[in-house]
């Protein structure tokens, strides 16, 4: 499902920004944060949906594996929302999220890859 509904999202967010916020984006000198935004946003939901289009692998009983979807998620939405809150006109205080969200990022490509590696054991 966070496979689905950031996609779909993504998609959303992506036509929004190319489309009817442009002008604003564009005159607010943040175009290019939103476009980060979207890219990181569909890049990760992406990733989602290939790790969870697996059925047929066999649950390693790897605890972490259950973990990827909710780091991908957080990096969601403190990455790629903090980017498209400051692209809006956010305070910068908000900016401070989005390191976190790089992290929750880092940690659920690791934790995915572990159990990948765990699987084909």
């Known amino acids: 499902m966070f496979a689905v509904i950031g996609?779909?999202?993504g998609v959303?967010?992506?036509?929004?920004?190319?489309?009817?916020?442009?002008?604003?984006?564009?005159a607010a000198g943040t175009l290019a944060g939103w476009q980060t935004a979207v890219q990181y946003h569909l890049l990760h939901s992406v990733a989602?949906?290939?790790?969870?289009?697996n059925p047929g692998a066999p649950d390693t009983g790897y605890r972490w594996?259950?973990?990827y979807p909710a780091f991908f998620g957080a990096g969601l939405v403190l990455f790629s929302g903090s980017l498209y809150l400051l692209a809006l006109g956010a305070p910068r205080w908000v900016a401070h999220f989005a390191p976190f969200g790089g992290l929750?990022?880092?940690?659920g490509w690791l934790t995915a890859g572990l159990s990948l590696w765990r699987r084909s054991r």
């Open 7 to 9: 996609g779909t999202s």
């Open 12 to 26: 959303i967010l992506g036509a929004l920004g190319a489309h009817a916020l442009r002008p604003a984006l564009e």
């Open 48 to 53: 989602l949906l290939a790790l969870a289009a």
């Open 65 to 67: 594996q259950r973990w």
């Open 104 to 107: 929750c990022f880092i940690a």
